[in-house]
């Protein structure tokens, strides 16, 4: 199967290289057809420039937010799979073999998520967010296998069938920021099977919690899930863009 895979990007200056770079290694070792596209979401920095060092598409999205851009990434691509990670994520050695083997294997899957180790984090605030998907896992069971209601999609590393998400009609652009990846699983849920393992886990930068603060940003990413999995809205429209408070260490996210 083709693969396209969009990384929206808003001043990634810092972290967008790495980011690339991984993903070309995985796909060197993969093999097969795959997009690789860098949506520039009116970005003020260097993005561009670091995004056109690399083997990959450049497009530019002037409306601003990760929906907008992903929507952008998604109609400008081809590949019967789209996977959608963010300009901070490190794709570990083995991801694409792992998704072209459960897409190949289960013809009704029509979605794949994983978790996403943040790194540059206190031990004891990662060791809570290993905690905090053992707690989720049950509860994305009961939702998606009992109750019927949704599913559990990581924004940054989720994979869907394209003909799916197109039947499903696309990208909610009223959504600026929370919810955007359970509104996918909500809707692509009803067009077969949404699959949330262990087994696939990527690797991102913890500024939003270092920016944020840990408890906090847990609680409203929580929120949102709740509220857009039962009632079919986020909870909260608003968001800090934390690229405009300082820029990113890039040696915070390491590969693993």
Known sequence: MTLAIIIPAYNEEALLGRCLAAVLAEVDRAGGDVEIVVVDNASTDGTRAVAERYRVRVLSEPKRGIVEARHRGL???????????????????GWISYVRD???????????????????LPWWQQALVRAGYLFAYPFYLLVNEVLNLGSILQGGNFVFRREAW??????????????????????LRNFGKVKWTFALPMVASGRRFLEAGFARSAVRYAANFLSMTFLGRPFDRTHTDIRTARPADPDRVRRR
Do not use: K
């Not at 109609?75 to 050695?93: F, K, R, S, Y």
């Not at 990208?171 to 990846?181: L, T």
């Open 102 to 120: 459960q897409f190949a294997s289960h013809p009704d899957l029509v979605a794949l998520s994983g978790p996403v180790q943040f790194d540059g």
């Open 166 to 187: 197109l039947a499903a009609g696309g990208y909610d652009r009223s959504i600026d920021f929370y919810g955007e990846d359970s509104d996918v699983a909500r809707r």
């Open 75 to 93: 109609v400008e691509t081809t590949g019967e799979l789209v996977a959608n990670i963010d300009a901070d994520t490190v794709m570990p050695a």
